[in-house]
Nanobody, 126 residues
Framework: QRQLVESGGGLVHTGGSLRLSCAASGLTLDYYAIGWFRQAPGKEREAISCITTSSISADYADSVKGRFTISRDSTKNTVYLQMNDLRPEDTAVYYC???????????????????WGPGTQVTVSG
């Protein structure tokens, strides 16, 4: 079964850190850009980061720039999102998604992604 699965979410205090993982099974992430999105209650899903193949470059939403870092490990077929200095407004369900291309152009558009994980909950208490 081809799927992405996120893990690493949880409850953390303001200023804390979490590292999310996006693991793939039945499909490779190696030749594809990977994006991270999040959706807070009552809000639309928001694109927060994208990484190209071979980690050549990465993009971030202004809301997370300087606090979040995306990375990938091809040996583990996994992409990570290191989240530092977490704030209550970071509370959301976080999703990873695979784009069938190797770059992050138009990375904020959900239509460019073909596989999505079910999401992992991140809750930041004030």
């Amino acid at each position: 079964q081809r799927q992405l699965v996120e893990s690493g979410g949880g409850l953390v205090h303001t200023g804390g850190s979490l590292r999310l993982s996006c693991a793939a099974s039945g499909l490779t992430l190696d030749y594809y850009a990977i994006g991270w999105f999040r959706q807070a209650p009552g809000k639309e899903r928001e694109a927060i980061s994208c990484i190209t193949t071979s980690s050549i470059s990465a993009d971030y939403a202004d809301s997370v720039k300087g606090r979040f870092t995306i990375s990938r490990d091809s040996t583990k077929n996994t992409v990570y999102l290191q989240m530092n200095d977490l704030r209550p407004e970071d509370t959301a369900v976080y999703y990873c998604a695979r784009a069938p291309r190797n770059h992050c152009l138009a990375w904020r558009s959900e239509a460019r992604y073909d596989y999505w994980g079910p999401g992992t909950q991140v809750t930041v208490s004030g």
